[in-house]
């Protein structure tokens, strides 16, 4: 699917499937703190970014996909990589699912749909029969970068909202990256 989306710098943009090989579209969104946190600043870092957009917080799913982020949070760091969840939901409702789940990594909130539309990733309705009144939902996905430039080296998209990512799979990549990385 295409789409014309228009950022918060507000240039025009035409969201397209990605895949490994692409450079990942940049963007702006608003973290727990209500600061804006663009892509290519954290890219910068020097550090492998893990996008792992997921549908709705304080869902069983993604409270357990984000949880087993956040415990697998000093394998990813050897990696020298940080993850970042992102969802529709508001930064106040991602800032308390931040603290009831102590996740120890940023949550950015794509309230408005932009992100999820820029990387097509979205469920229009929610594919389950409990919750298909649900419009544009992130579909449970990982982008796994390579920084500086954001070129995507690993994608999973989930069409089955149920369906966890492979989280040794993703720690393997990110391992792959930061050796290639410390070797160049």
């Known amino acids: 699917m295409f789409f014309k989306v228009t950022t918060p710098s507000g240039s025009l943009v035409v969201g397209v499937p990605l895949k490994v090989g692409d450079?990942?579209?940049?963007?702006?969104?608003?973290?727990?703190?209500l600061k804006l946190v663009k892509l290519s600043d954290l890219l910068a870092q020097g550090k492998v970014v893990v996008l792992a957009f997921f549908p709705g917080a304080f869902t069983s799913v993604c409270t357990k996909e984000m949880c087993s982020f956040r415990d697998r949070m000093a394998?990813?760091?050897?990696a020298n990589a940080i993850v970042v969840g992102i969802s529709v939901d508001s930064p106040f409702a991602l800032r308390k699912f931040k603290e009831e789940?102590?996740?120890n990594f940023i949550l950015l909130s794509?309230?408005?749909?932009?992100?999820?539309?820029?990387?097509?990733?979205?469920?229009?309705?929610?594919?389950?029969p409990i919750a298909n009144k649900l419009r544009m939902t992130a579909k449970r996905s990982v982008f796994i970068l390579t920084p500086p430039e954001?070129?995507?080296?690993?994608a999973w998209i989930s069409e089955n909202p149920v369906v966890e990512p492979d989280y040794d799979e993703v720690i393997r990549v990110a391992n792959e990256i930061a050796s290639r990385l410390s070797k160049a």
């Open 101 to 103: 789940n102590r996740l």
């Open 23 to 33: 450079k990942a579209p940049d963007f702006e969104l608003y973290d727990t703190e």
């Open 150 to 154: 954001g070129m995507i080296a690993y």
């Open 110 to 128: 794509d309230y408005n749909r932009e992100v999820i539309k820029l990387y097509d990733v979205y469920h229009d309705p929610f594919p389950l």
């Open 75 to 78: 394998l990813l760091e050897k």
